[in-house]
């Protein structure tokens, strides 16, 4: 197991920009909510937290397609805090105009940027610009090879089959110190070995189910790193979560959001209905949500930093149609109380 210093534990935030209802009922627009994320990432830094996630998404549940804009917002009135993806999808995207927007986001938030490739839970992307779901596994592999070259920011020459070849292409802005760069994955042994491969961070999104489960991809994934000659890199987690006072507070304010969730997508995808005693297994010390007290998430997030060796957590706060307000006290607790508590259970 890898130890962890608790003084150099990473814990953020993720959001995917949900759309969420107001006071009255009413689902907020899309603007708003935009709106309400860079609100939302001003006060994580404020509370001191490490890491502010936005992820990319092209269906009417979620506001965000172009997260690196919003994080630009976010930068401007922000200091401290690191700001990424939860994901780009690189599969649908270009990796050259990934990177230049990428290093622009760094120069903006003077050196805070990171980026989190996958290759998408949803599928939105594909037909939208205009990529066959077959490939999905090709497209993938392809440009992560070529996004690793662009990562030397040296003239990059490079030939595949899903994008014209480049030959000595140089490509701008530089940035001044490198950029952080993890590879998201779902829990397959092959996407381990594949972000150990060519040297990315590795972020588990663990969505069901216990940590505990995604071990052996934590254990591979290192391993991975020793046989191709990568140095040890970081291992970190995303999983959902709500922070309220109590934990009856927590489950009752977060259910609704889950629900309008989990069935919204569920009724595409063929899931059953989502209900309260899922609910409930799922808050508990075999689910994958971290709902409830300060108390109640700060262990359950330190359980699993000891269980895969991880040196960073990101809490995907938003969920559903969970109020904004609900959101800002969520993060106030999660930066004031949850991540003293877990450092100190660490110790």
Known sequence: MTSIDPA?????????????????????????????????AVLADRVGLSFFGVGEHHRREFAVSSPEIVLAAAAARTERIHLGTAVTVLSSDDPVRVFERFSTLDAVSNGRAEVILGRGSFIESFPLFGYELRDYEALFDEKLDLFSQLLTEK????????????????????????????VGVGGTPESAVRAARYGYGLMLAIIGGPSARFRPFADLYRRSLDT????????????????????????????????AMNNSIGRERGWPTYNRLRFQHDVGPEGALYVGSPETVARKIADTIRTLGASRFD??????????????????????????????MLS
Not at 17 to 39: C, F, K, P, Y
Request: glycine share 8%; aromatic share 8%; no cysteine.
């Open 315 to 344: 809490m995907k706060f938003s969920t559903g149609t969970l109020s904004h307000e609900k959101m800002l006290r969520s993060i106030e607790l999660f930066g004031t109380e949850v991540a003293p508590r877990v450092r100190d």
């Open 228 to 259: 191709f000659d990568q140095p040890q890199l970081p291992v970190g987690v995303h999983s959902p979560g709500h922070v309220a006072e109590t934990d009856q507070q927590a489950w009752d304010e977060a259910y609704e959001g889950f629900e």
């Open 8 to 40: 150099t534990l990473e814990l953020g935030l993720d959001t995917f920009g949900d759309l969420t209802r107001d006071a009255d009922g009413e689902l907020v627009s899309g603007a708003q909510t935009i709106r309400n994320v860079v609100d939302q």
């Open 155 to 182: 003239p990059v020459t490079w030939s595949g089959t899903m994008r014209a070849s480049l030959d000595a292409a140089d490509v701008f802005p530089k940035t001044e110190n490198g950029l952080r760069a993890w």
